[in-house]
């Protein structure tokens, strides 16, 4: 019911409609963009998961690029204020969360957090030791055997496991002798 609201609001849509160009090029940037206030949502109620942050992502991203349209075509053409408003606050929006969650998240996460693999390779020094050596571990403990062999001396030496014990070094009882006596 305030005039001015309804006034800026038809500035907005008859500039639309006179900016063809930025108008095609608003709807193809908005195309992509992901349905944030739902992502948001469940992010809030701790029910999110990997693809909801990269919807956050990707929207920060869709943000960034209406606002460089918006910017440039302000130069050209005069911007009616409301998308003048919106440009600015767009601006305002947090880089760095973008810039992380660029950094972080694969382009393609799975669905769920316990499918795993969504933290992108590099971001985490510690997740990729634990990457490393879930994928290496026949090659891990064969290193550790080598090096315990050399230690010891013991060329009998194996390191096993069972599901009850775990991993274990395994000596023949000749042998135990060189592991059980302090080393100087």
Do not use: W
């Amino acid at each position: 019911r305030d005039p001015a609201e309804i006034n800026a609001r038809l500035d907005v849509v008859g500039y639309l409609i006179e900016a063809e160009a930025v108008r095609e090029d608003l709807r193809a940037a908005l195309r992509g963009a992901p349905d944030i206030a739902r992502a948001v949502s469940r992010l809030g109620l701790q029910r999110g998961g990997p693809r909801d942050l990269a919807a956050v992502r990707d929207a920060l991203a869709t943000a960034g690029a209406v606002t460089a349209l918006l910017r440039d075509s302000a130069g050209s053409m005069g911007l009616p204020r409301v998308l003048d408003d919106l440009a600015r606050a767009l601006s305002s929006a947090p880089d760095g969360l973008r810039v992380t969650l660029s950094r972080a998240i694969v382009d393609e996460p799975p669905a769920l957090r316990r499918e795993g693999g969504f933290i992108r390779d590099g971001y985490d020094e510690g997740l990729d030791e634990a990457r490393r050596l879930r994928d290496d571990s026949r090659k891990v403990i064969a290193a550790l055997e080598t090096r315990y062999i050399a230690d010891t001396g013991v060329k009998s030496l194996k390191i096993k496991h069972n599901n009850i014990l775990g991993y274990f070094i395994d000596v023949t009882q000749s042998n135990s002798g060189a592991l059980t006596e302090p080393s100087n």
